[in-house]
């Protein structure tokens, strides 16, 4: 499968607001289109430093600014796009095949990550040159 970072896209997630505070359902298949098989977050993160740098062969992924803000750089080996996060009903769907980068974080940003598949080292690429000459046409 060819992806490109046109590919992904912001998913505006429904939020439901209350004079006690507000809430945003995520629903496998629903608002999110897969099986969601794995959450985690990020925070804590130190100013100035990035995470993520690597691509999946098959994961889909939501990424979710819960609290706060950072920037997701998206690669697809040719074009290049930085999207800012800083909603917590809004979510950016990550297709596989890209490269990405969190990075830009305020202090207290806590970064929800829902992905398609459970963890599996073989699903990852974790270096540029080989992800780039995987994404070469054959």
Known sequence: MITTVYDCNILVL???????GNITVIESN???PFDI????YLYDV????????????????????????????????INKKI?????????????????RELFEFSSGAI????TSHKYDEHDYIRDYEQFVKMKLPQ
Request: net charge positive; glycine share 12%; aromatic share 8%.
């Open 46 to 77: 130190p100013g100035g430093e990035s995470r993520g740098g690597h691509a999946h062969k098959q994961l889909y992924q939501l990424i979710v600014a819960a609290s706060g803000s950072f920037d997701v750089l998206l690669d697809d080996g």
């Open 14 to 20: 429904n939020k439901i607001h209350n004079n006690a």
């Open 37 to 40: 098989k794995r959450a985690y």
């Open 111 to 114: 970064c929800l990550v829902l």
């Open 83 to 99: 999207v800012k996060l800083n909603r917590p009903n809004y979510g950016l769907l990550v297709v596989p095949g890209l490269w």
């Open 30 to 32: 629903i608002n999110v």
